[in-house]
């Protein structure tokens, strides 16, 4: 059942414990309890999400401001971004970041939800980076098949045939909802012509190909997105995963509202070289009560990229002289936790549309109140209309060429260097302001295989007592984004990219139908000025072999350095940045974790 205070739970004692009802721990807690002997119980520090229309219609997000569904984090301020701190949003609500969408300056959020699986081999580097074939691609196929499933778009006739009339397709049976974009703009199939030109040039051949389906292995091309909504509604892991458990068993629990604070070892272990850490602290406010609640097998923390190193560090698990500096008691030295934090740089370029076919880009909509209303109310009555399908139709992955003694930053050749996403309107995210008319397209660049690299610490500089403020106050979170040379002239190049792309024939045909950006926009400056980042941070608590320093968890996902009952399921287990939007693999990952979890509890 659905808890809003840890006083009210029936018992202080499940099995499993779940930190955090998000993307993975929803996998987690909806795969234990499908064992009726097992008691299992999610700890959320977040809201409930029914009835957030702006969490569940596909084009929206939350119209209030930054606060009701996000943690409301910022980065420290970034050498690489001439000193600018950026926002780290991230879902804080049942489902976790699943449930939210990307900022924007005039609708607060924006949300693409876009369907990735990343490509062969990413997940074959995974198996190589923890010794465990089991996270290879092939391996993976059954658990990425238990994830989702393609369905139609219910408005849409003018798309490629529906989904599932097309075996070839990648997703399986799950219950994550899969689907084509709910409606196409003449836009949309511009960037599918000139993608099919590129191809076809000598020149570019596959820098630029058109792909008709993104996940079945090799990432490189130009394509609709697919993405996590199922008639014209967002799937989330909360109604994917969650709900349906909740509904159905009487062996979960969630409690929402309620952050776990530290994670408590077993006081017969304190001073030995293994330690169990059996219970979970709780609290609803810095200065309310806390509750103890005790895991009789494991603790899954499933907390994000920043909640489950925080976590860890408040417990005394992490770099000892980090941990000792804020004030913790450190008991287990484990390097690795909160290092290797990275997550991928974002653009937007603007580029003014002079005429229009009507309709063809949402700005009159969303600077419009009126409008805004009738299309949540068409939303509303028949999850029809633009807030029914995500703002971008179509994105790109592309490799950028390497010199032949360069070393390749990605996984393989099937992953992608750099991302181009388009959107039939000015997309205000960051902190560019909707301008009050005109019409645009958005091009948004992005660098999906980045080699800087940042960390994330426990704040001890505000003079507050750390372990009292416990999960209530931020870390200190730094990605290190654009701090290294490469990444920039990644971005360079997809800047370049995005310019041959709009360069092509069906974009110049229309006379006068863009103008372009100023020439200066293609320079390291614009790019300091204005990178941003599409909020995929991961490696925070990163999977890897015996021998590697800065692993946090061994290739069953268990912490190292002699703990006992506790895992990691979520984004900071990645060893390296998944070369896409990382929600499907999360989704995957978490499924092949449920199946090790299992196995390891049969007793
Ligand atoms: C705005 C936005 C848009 C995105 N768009 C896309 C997209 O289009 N496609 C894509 O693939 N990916 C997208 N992502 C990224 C993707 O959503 C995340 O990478 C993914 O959801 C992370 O999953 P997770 O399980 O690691 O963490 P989360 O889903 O963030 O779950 C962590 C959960 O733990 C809870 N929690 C944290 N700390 C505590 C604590 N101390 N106590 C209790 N609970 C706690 C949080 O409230 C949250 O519910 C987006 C992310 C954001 C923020």
Redesign the pocket.
């Given at each position: 059942a659905l808890y809003t205070d840890p006083a009210d739970l029936p018992t202080t004692e499940y099995d499993y414990i779940v930190?955090?009802?998000?993307?993975?721990?929803n996998v987690i807690a909806n795969r234990l309890s499908e064992d009726s002997s097992r008691r299992v119980l999610v700890?959320?520090?977040?809201v409930d999400d029914t009835g957030i229309v702006t969490v569940h219609a596909p084009f929206l997000g939350p119209n209030n401001q930054q606060t009701l569904t996000d943690?409301n984090y910022t980065t420290v301020p970034q050498t690489g971004l001439n000193n600018r701190s950026i926002t780290v949003?991230?879902?804080?609500?049942?489902?976790?970041?699943?449930s939210?969408?990307?900022?924007s300056t005039f609708f607060d959020?924006f949300?693409?939800?876009?369907?990735?699986q990343g490509s062969s081999d990413l997940f074959d580097s995974y198996a190589d980076a923890s010794g465990d074939p089991g996270w290879g691609w092939d391996a993976i196929q059954p658990f990425w098949k238990k994830v989702s499933t393609l369905v139609p778009s219910p408005n849409n006739p003018t798309l490629p045939p529906p989904p599932s009339s097309d075996p070839t397709l990648s997703n399986g049976n799950g219950p994550v909802q899969i689907a084509l974009p709910n409606f196409a703009t003449e836009l949309d199939y511009r960037v599918i012509n000139a993608s099919q030109i590129l191809q076809s040039s000598n020149t570019t051949s596959d820098r630029f190909k058109y792909t008709q389906d993104m996940n079945g292995g090799d990432t490189i091309g130009f394509g609709f997105n697919q993405e996590?909504t199922g008639g014209g509604e967002r799937s989330s892991?909360a109604t994917a995963y969650l709900w349906p458990a909740l509904n159905e068993r009487d062996n979960v629990d969630v409690v929402i509202g309620?952050?776990?604070?530290r994670l408590v070892v077993d006081e017969c272990d304190r001073y030995n070289s293994q330690k169990r850490f059996g219970a979970v602290e709780?609290a609803q406010s810095v200065d309310g009560p806390r509750t103890i609640l005790n895991a009789t097998r494991e603790i899954v923390l499933?907390?994000?990229?920043?909640?489950t190193p925080?976590?860890l560090l408040l417990s005394g698990i992490g770099p000892k002289d980090e941990v000792e500096a804020a004030g913790v008691e450190s008991l287990v030295n484990l390097k690795g936790v909160g290092k290797n934090l990275v997550d991928h740089p974002l653009l937007l370029t603007y580029y003014s549309v002079s005429a229009p076919p009507a309709s063809s880009t949402f700005d009159d909509t969303i600077r419009n109140p009126s409008l805004i209303n009738s299309a949540i109310s068409e939303w509303s009555t028949s999850r029809s209309g633009l807030f029914s399908t995500?703002p971008t139709s179509l994105l790109g992955f592309m490799r950028v060429p390497l010199a032949s003694d360069e070393p390749d930053p990605s996984t393989g050749p099937k992953s992608a260097h750099t991302e181009i996403l388009f959107l039939d309107g000015f997309a205000a995210l960051g902190a560019a302001k909707q301008p009050s008319e005109g019409y645009f397209l958005s091009v948004i660049t992005a660098v999906v295989s980045p080699t800087s690299r940042g960390s994330l610490l426990l704040d001890s500089t505000s003079g507050l007592n750390v372990t009292q403020q416990g999960?209530f106050s931020q870390p200190l979170i730094d990605y290190g984004i654009m701090s290294e040379e490469w990444d920039v002239n990644a971005m360079l190049q997809a800047l370049e990219d995005a310019d041959t792309f709009l360069g092509t024939e069906p974009w110049g045909a229309v006379s006068g139908l863009f103008n372009t950006t100023d020439s200066s926009s293609n320079s390291e400056q614009y790019i300091r000025e204005n990178t941003i980042s599409?909020?995929?941070?991961?490696g925070s608590a990163k999977m890897g072999k015996a021998g590697d320093k800065l692993a946090v968890v061994d290739e069953r996902l268990r912490v190292r350095g002699g703990v006992k009952g506790v895992r990691v399921v979520?984004?900071?287990v990645f060893p390296t940045i998944p070369e896409?939007?990382?929600?499907?693999v999360?989704y995957t990952i978490?499924e092949r974790a449920a199946e090790l979890i299992k196995q390891d509890n049969v007793l």
């Open positions: 930190v955090g009802a998000g993307t993975a721990g700890v959320e520090a977040g943690w949003p991230r879902g804080f609500v049942l489902g976790g970041s699943s939210i969408s990307e900022y959020f949300d693409f939800m876009v369907w990735t996590s892991s309620t952050r776990a604070m709780v499933s907390a994000g990229s920043i909640g925080q976590l995500a999960t599409v909020y995929h941070p991961i979520d984004a900071s896409c939007h990382p929600q499907a999360i978490a």
